[in-house]
């Protein structure tokens, strides 16, 4: 069975940092596509970043290019957001996704299989 489990989440004020952490467990890590996804109240969920497989390419939404990066360490099936320059529109929950079947950018799109979410508050 496919889990997956985010931390890192909090509060945190206009211009900060947060590194979210995905634990994954249940499947052969480096067979899947991972990436992180958010909604806000009110909005639709959007992809924010993922790594694809089998090349490992990363992916990032354009709103969040140059102050997010997405990393793994597949040797303890985890996966990190490391999210810097936070602003208040980054407030959401984030979900860590994983799909054995996603293709290169479909990554960022969509993912089958999903973590219970981390709630991220970015206060100005």
């Known amino acids: 069975e496919v889990q997956l489990v985010e931390s890192g989440g909090g509060l945190v004020q206009a211009e900060g940092s947060l590194r979210l952490s995905c634990a994954a467990a249940?499947?052969?890590?480096?067979?899947?596509?991972i990436g992180w996804f958010r909604q806000a109240p009110g909005k639709e969920r959007e992809g924010v970043s993922c790594?694809?497989?089998?090349?490992?390419?990363?992916y990032y939404a354009d709103s969040v290019k140059g102050r997010f990066t997405i990393s793994s360490d597949n040797a303890n099936n985890t996966v990190y957001l490391q999210m810097n320059s936070l602003s208040p529109e980054d407030t959401a929950s984030y979900y860590c996704?994983?799909?054995?079947?996603?293709?290169?950018?479909?990554?960022?799109?969509?993912?089958?299989?999903w973590g219970q979410g981390t709630l991220v508050t970015v206060s100005s």
């Open positions: 249940g499947f052969t890590f480096d067979d899947y596509a």
């Open positions: 790594i694809s497989k089998p090349d490992s390419r990363k």
């Open positions: 996704a994983a799909d054995r079947r996603a293709i290169g950018s479909s990554c960022l799109r969509y993912l089958g299989r």
